[in-house]
């Protein structure tokens, strides 16, 4: 009886499926019938004239789209923006495959670290498996081609009944991040409605486009100091790990070329697996067809963009054998139209020395009004051609997911290092923490040896080491993070003349070097009771009991953290100057009777405070905390001053951002003991004429680095330069007391406009005599002098970009000028790219030299550049305090 009822229930059931598959394509049509369109929603077709769709409307508008699609997309709100406002992931497939997503997920991460599967199992997964593509919009927010294409593509996806786009929602899961700067573009929303109608139409912003790195935000990859960096990557690196392509969609400028589409130019940067460059020129040749097909003019690949660039998110991807892929098209001004006269187009960038056609760049564009419709069009060719290719391609896509991480274990568990072993005993083991967990975020395999180990050399590793092995998928990525790194100097990196070529940002991303943390390389392997790390390390500190006073380590950046939320507390506290009962130059000192907000802040920070059984030393000082200024202008903003101020507010400093007005009103004594100025020209700082305040990073290495050009293209109120008068200002400020700090090339309007004897070494230069394009170089500290406490003496590099360098020039007053760090006299480059080493042997590096009754700080390197290089953050904390 009771299985024929199972049996009646079995039979219900299928005629139920039956009845719900014939009824699924009308299901389907009266879904499809239901959803609107952008143009419906908006009230204006995307990509009109002087049109834009604000991000909170998109917001909407995507939250519509999820109730109308029959649950073929989901929103996901990963959570707020630096500036708190909805940062969207948006998932698109068949509403089969969303109703499996978990599962999905679980075969790619299989599929992408296929260690210990058998072929049949991988042949299985990869049946069970769909595509994953990633595509990203409008990183850089003035570049609105991509963020104001997506809701039509999401449109697209939903709406079209013909085999194509069946294909890729059966077949492909969209990740799709429609803004990846949600702040950015709601600024160049506002902006544009600012001055539309006005003479400054379509001009950029005066200001930076995200709070803290204008268009710096896609150098943060590979550190993810950003929260939308953050999301991403958790997306990319974690829940999917990892997608098999993807594509972040940029502009470029208006004059060249109308859609740069991969593969990148050279030179290739080793270390991925073959596939993956093979991957970018298959999608790529994808795309140009697809642009051609649709009769889209101006498209060129395997030019201008190199294939070795900066670890953002298109660049570090491919060493987690992803295809990452960028495409750049010409921009217009924001909405508006802009005319290119033919004689305008010009070629002279990477493989397009002229303006012609050849075989990557076939069908150039003849001029003519150029429109924000043209940019959507060619992007979302671009959007729709990556899906439709991995859509037909999907066993083979899947497959090769399989053989790029099985390939790279194997290459990593043959080649040398085998491991890299980050020992516990650190000069900051806070800062080797943070690394740890930066790599964790990347999806890097590391273990943690609870008892330590001894080399067949004799090298002893304490317990808690940390091993780090390249027998896994990322083995690429690990070794440029924790290896070495040395940039290409052949002919692909000279011109004809021999010049170098400038890279196209940094000559190294090396991570362990920029935070100053110790990695060695190991050519064999560690056993022992290894256990791997499934979550971020935690640390906490510890509060001694019962002391006269309470010391804290000078050399952990995160002191400095500790020291900042003690003074908010009011907790008064010393800093030793002489190394004396185990205290070393730069040992913090806490007054004891505050032991319970000692403990809340060792919970903070993670830093230990150690009970002394006996009163401060005498060589100690009282510490006082500055009042710090940092000088903030328009002009497209200063991204060097962005990441400033992200670095003093994640370690709890003060300060006060002062723009060129406040500057030229002078008596900053009477509110400052310290003003920053943060890397930029002298010209950019003084307003002269000659200032260039929108050249990104990505025009050149000089000062004035902003996020898209500015100038005179906008309101009085709005333009830069603390002039004459705030020249004088600052003098006077020093001449009284007061402390300049000059960031990188601020240095140089020290030394010109405060008439320091100084010299900048590498002034006036060529190339082909000094070349130091983003690289790390060997350096030696004074840790006996104040602005140096808690550095070590050598054996940490700096991280330079073509910046200043110093030697003291005539005066007959040597002795107000001190050397705080110098270059070493031989072997300076550590990683990247050094032409001329002579230039910097054994001259200066740091300066403090007294002026008046005040003194300036020229820090020539790059201390804390994009909040990434922790090794020498101390010597700008150091500055903030005395």
């Known amino acids: 009886m009771n299985n024929a009822i199972a049996i009646h229930r079995k039979v219900a059931d299928l005629i139920l499926l039956a009845l719900i598959v014939a009824c699924l394509p009308a299901m389907q049509a009266q879904a499809q019938a239901q959803i609107t369109s952008p143009g419906a929603f908006f009230g204006f077709e995307l990509g009109s004239d002087r049109k834009m769709a604000r991000w909170d409307r998109m917001v909407e508008y995507y939250r519509l789209l999820e109730k109308e699609s029959g649950g073929r997309l989901k929103v996901t709100d990963m ?182 589409v991969p593969p990148y ?303 908010d507390k009011g907790v008064s506290m010393r800093r030793v100057d002489k190394a004396e009962s185990g205290m070393l130059p730069g040992d913090f000192i806490a007054a004891a009777g505050s032991e319970a907000v000692l403990a809340e802040v060792a919970k903070q920070t993670g830093v230990d405070f150690t009970a002394l059984s006996a009163s401060p030393p005498q060589a100690s000082h009282e510490l006082k905390r500055l009042r710090v200024g940092m000088l903030q202008r328009y002009g497209g903003g200063n991204m060097d001053e962005g990441w400033t101020r992200l670095v003093l507010e994640q370690f709890g400093f003060p300060y006060t951002t002062v723009m060129d007005a406040e500057i030229r009103k002078g008596n900053l004594n009477a509110r400052f003991d310290i003003i920053i100025i943060p890397d930029d020209s002298t010209a950019s700082i003084t307003g002269e004429r000659g200032a260039e305040p929108g050249a990104g990073r990505d025009a050149g290495a000089g000062g004035g680095r902003g996020s898209g050009e500015a100038g005179p293209s906008v309101p009085a109120e709005y333009r830069s330069g603390i002039g004459t008068d705030g020249v004088n200002a600052l003098r006077a400020f020093v001449e009284q007391g007061g402390t300049m700090v000059a960031l990188g090339g601020a240095s140089n309007f020290a030394i010109e406009r405060l008439g320091m004897s100084v010299r900048n070494v590498v002034a006036g230069k060529t190339s082909m005599e000094y070349w130091c394009p983003g690289s790390t170089l060997n350096v030696k500290f004074d840790n006996t002098h104040a602005l140096a406490y808690g550095m070590p003496a050598e054996g940490l590099a700096v991280t330079m970009a073509n910046s200043p360098a110093f030697e003291i020039g005539a005066t007959d007053r040597g002795d107000r000028y001190e050397t705080i760090v110098r270059y070493a006299n031989h072997n300076l480059l550590q990683s990247g790219w050094l032409i001329g080493e002579k230039t910097l042997a054994g001259k200066a590096a740091m300066i403090s030299a007294a002026v008046g009754e005040g003194r300036v700080i020229l820090i020539g390197f790059r201390t804390q550049h994009r909040a990434q290089t922790h090794g020498t953050y101390k010597l700008l904390f150091n500055a903030l305090v005395r």
């Open 265 to 567: 130019a050279e030179p290739i940067r080793p270390l991925s697996d073959p596939l993956v460059w093979r991957e970018m020129s298959w999608y790529g040749a994808h795309i140009a067809y697809k642009e051609e097909e649709a009769g889209l003019s101006g498209v060129i690949n395997m030019a201008q963009y190199s294939g070795w660039g900066h670890f953002g998110f298109h660049w570090i991807t491919p060493f987690h054998n992803i295809a990452g892929m960028l495409t750049e098209s010409a921009s217009a001004r924001l909405a508006t139209p802009i005319y290119i006269h033919p004689d305008q187009l010009r070629g002279g960038s990477r493989n397009l020395p002229a303006y012609e056609a050849q075989t990557i760049f076939p069908n150039p564009w003849p001029g003519g009004w150029w429109r924000l419709r043209d940019i959507m069009d060619r992007q979302k060719v671009s959007a729709w051609a990556t899906l439709d290719l991995a859509a037909r391609n999907r066993e083979t896509v899947l497959w090769n997911a399989a053989q790029k991480a099985r390939r790279q274990t194997e290459r990593g568990q043959q080649g040398k290092p085998s491991v890299y072993v980050i020992p516990s005993n650190q000069h900051d083991l806070l800062t080797a923490v943070k690394m740890i967990n930066k790599l964790l975020v990347q999806g890097v395999e590391i273990h943690q040896h609870p008892k330590g180990f001894t080399t067949s050399a004799g090298e002893i590793y304490p317990a808690g080491s940390y091993v780090v092995s390249m027998a896994q998928p990322k083995m690429g990525l690990i070794r440029y993070l924790l290896g070495r790194t040395f940039y290409p100097d052949n002919e692909w990196t000279r011109n004809r003349d021999g010049s170098p070529m400038r890279p196209y940002d940094m000559g190294t991303d090396t991570m362990f070097e920029f935070m100053g943390v110790r990695v060695d390389p190991l050519n064999e392997l560690v056993s022992g009771g290894l256990q791997k790390l499934t979550g971020p390390v935690q640390t906490a500190g510890r509060v001694g009991r019962g002391g006269a006073a309470y010391r804290f380590d000078g050399r952990l950046n995160d002191s400095f953290r500790a020291m900042n939320l003690l003074s």
């Open 79 to 260: 959570g707020p923006s630096t500036m708190g406002n909805p940062f969207l992931l948006v998932t698109i497939s068949s509403a089969g495959n969303m109703n499996k997503l978990d599962r999905l997920r679980e075969v790619n991460a299989k599929l992408s670290d296929p260690r210990g599967l058998a072929e049949q199992e991988m042949k299985t997964l990869v049946n069970e498996g769909r595509a994953v593509v990633c595509q990203s919009m409008s990183l850089h927010a003035t570049e609105i081609g991509g963020t104001q294409m997506a809701p039509e593509l999401a449109y697209d996806l939903l709406v079209r009944k013909d085999e194509e786009a069946q294909r890729i929602l059966d077949n492909v899961v969209l990740l799709l991040v429609p803004s990846f700067n949600p702040d950015g573009a709601i600024m160049v929303y506002d902006w544009y409605q600012k001055t539309l109608g006005s003479e400054y139409e379509g001009s950029n912003l005066p200001y930076l486009y995200h709070k803290y790195a204008g268009h710096d935000n896609n150098r943060d990859a590979f550190q993810t100091n950003l929260i939308e960096s953050q999301y991403l990557a958790k997306v990319m690196f974690r829940d999917w790990s990892v997608p098999q392509a993807y594509v972040d969609h940029h502009h470029m400028g208006s004059n060249g070329a109308r859609i740069y």
